[in-house]
C-alpha cells in the first residue's frame, strides 16, 4: 500500500502529520512518501505541483492532502497560485467522483448553528462531480462584449457544460453509494432553466432505471440549499455537478458545528483516490498547534476504506474518534463549557492512545 503524503500549506503539515502518526499506530505495512505542493512546492521549485510531486501521486495507490493556499500567494499569476495543485491532481488522475460525508457526532450537536432536533443524528453523503461543469467548460475568457445589454463594455464568460458519459459515471457512484446506505438519491440541478441541467435530470432518471432497488428524486439547487437548513436530515446520497456541489457541500459541512471535522475523498475509475479534509489552509491559525486534525484523520479512515480496501482499519479509527470525542476532549473550533480543550497534537495522540487501547479519559 503506497501513499503519498501532501502536506501542502499552513495547517496541512500539522494536521497531516497527525494523520500519518495515526496511519502508522495501525497493525498495517504502508509506503509513504511526503512531497512538496501548493504554495510551499511554489517557493521551492517555481510550481505549486512540480513533476515529480505529480509523478508521485500517480504511482501511489491514495494520495493523502493537508490543504493548499495562503493569501501572500493572490496575486500570482493564476496557473502559478497554490489552489492550481488540486485542479492539477484532480484533472491528471482523472478524480471525477467527490465524497463529502456530513455527519454530525452526538456530542457535538450543540456546535451546529442549528437546533439540536434537526441536526441530532444527521449523516448525508454529498456526491459531486468533480471534472466538468462551469470550472472547466471551454470557452471562456474576457472580452469587449459585441452585443448584449453593453455592447462595446468589457466582459466576461464561462461555460457550462456537460456530457453523457460524465453524467452517467457520476450517477452510477451514486446509485452505488446510495446501495449501502438507506437506498435513497436526490440528484440536484437547475432543469428550470439550464440546457446542461435538463440534460443532467434527463441522464440521471435513465440510470436510475438500473437501479430500481434505489428510490430517486429530484431538486432545484435553490430548494436544495434551502431544505439543507430547513430539515437537512430529509436527504440521504445528494448526487450534483461541480458548481452546485462545490457551495452545497460547504453549507452542509457547517451544519455539523466545524468544518475541522469534515473528511472528503476525490476517487477516479479504478478507486485511485486523494484524501483531504474539507476546509483549506486556514492561515490564520497556522503554526499555533491548534488546527482540528479530525478531519485529516476521518479521511485517511475513507483512504482506508475506498482505496486501500481495509474497511476495519477504517471502522477502528472511526470509534477512535467517537470514543476521543466521548472523553471530553476538544479543540478550540469545537470546544465548549465543560470539555478539556487540546491543541493539534495532543488530539492526534488521544486518537492513536484509544486505538491502542489506552485511556484517553483526562
Ligand atoms: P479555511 O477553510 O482555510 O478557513 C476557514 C475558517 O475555518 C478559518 O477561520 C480557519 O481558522 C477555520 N478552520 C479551517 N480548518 C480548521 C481546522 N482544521 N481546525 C480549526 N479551525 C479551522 O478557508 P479560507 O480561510 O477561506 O481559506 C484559506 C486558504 O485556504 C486560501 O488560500 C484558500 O484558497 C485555501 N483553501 C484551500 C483548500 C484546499 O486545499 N483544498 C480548500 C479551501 C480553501
Known amino acids: 500500500m503506497k501513499i503519498a503524503v501532501l502536506p501542502g500549506d499552513g495547517i496541512g503539515t500539522e494536521i497531516t502529520a497527525e494523520a500519518v502518526k495515526v496511519l ?32 508521485l501521486a500517480q504511482q501511489a495507490d491514495a494520495v493523502l492532502f493537508g490543504a493548499v493556499g495562503d493569501w501572500k500567494y493572490d496575486k500570482l ?8 495543485a488540486i485542479l492539477g491532481l484532480r484533472k491528471n488522475l482523472g478524480l471525477f467522483a467527490n465524497f463529502r460525508p456530513a455527519i454530525c457526532y452526538e456530542q457535538l450537536v450543540g456546535a451546529s448553528s442549528l437546533k439540536p432536533e434537526l441536526i441530532a443524528g444527521l449523516d448525508i453523503l ?7 461543469d462551469i470550472y472547466f467548460g471551454q470557452p471562456r475568457g474576457r472580452r469587449t462584449a459585441v452585443d448584449g445589454h453593453f455592447p462595446d463594455s468589457e466582459e466576461a464568460f464561462d461555460t457550462m457544460r456537460y456530457s453523457r458519459p460524465e453524467i452517467e459515471r457520476i450517477a452510477h457512484v451514486a446509485f452505488q453509494a446510495a446501495r449501502k446506505r438507506s437506498k435513497r438519491v436526490t440528484s440536484v440541478d437547475k432543469a428550470n432553466v439550464l440546457e446542461t441541467s435538463q440534460l443532467w435530470r434527463d441522464v440521471v432518471t435513465g440510470i436510475g432505471k438500473q437501479y430500481p ?28 455537478g461541480n458548481l452546485f456541489g462545490d457551495i452545497l457541500s460547504d453549507e452542509a459541512a457547517m451544519l455539523t458545528g466545524s468544518i475541522g471535522m469534515l473528511p472528503s475523498a476525490s476517487l ?83 486518537v492513536v492512545a484509544s486505538l491502542t487501547h489506552k485511556t484517553t479519559k483526562s
Open 24 to 55: 502508522r499506530s495501525l497493525d498495517l505495512k504502508f509506503e509513504m512518501e511526503t512531497a512538496l505542493v501548493g504554495g510551499a512546492a511554489y517557493d521551492a521549485h517555481g510550481h505549486p505541483l512540480p513533476a515529480a510531486t505529480l509523478k
Open 77 to 84: 499569476d493564476r496557473p502559478l497560485r497554490p489552489e492550481q
Open 126 to 132: 454529498i456526491i459531486r462531480e468533480l471534472t466538468g
Open 213 to 240: 432497488d434505489v428510490a430517486l428524486d429530484h431538486m432545484y439547487v435553490d430548494n436544495a440549499a434551502m431544505q439543507l437548513v430547513r430539515a437537512p436530515k430529509m436527504f440521504d446520497v445528494i448526487v450534483t
Open 268 to 350: 477516479n475509475a479504478g478507486n485511485q483516490g486523494l484524501y483531504e479534509p474539507s476546509h483549506g489552509s486556514a492561515p490564520d491559525i497556522a503554526g499555533k498547534g491548534i488546527a482540528n486534525p479530525l478531519a485529516t484523520i476521518l479521511s485517511a479512515a475513507m483512504m482506508l476504506r475506498f482505496s486501500l480496501d481495509q474497511p476495519e482499519a477504517a471502522d477502528r479509527i472511526e470509534s477512535a474518534v467517537k470514543d476521543v470525542l466521548a472523553s471530553g476532549l476538544r479543540t478550540a473550533d469545537i470546544h465548549s463549557v465543560g470539555t478539556k480543550r487540546v491543541g493539534t497534537r495532543e488530539m492526534g495522540d488521544a
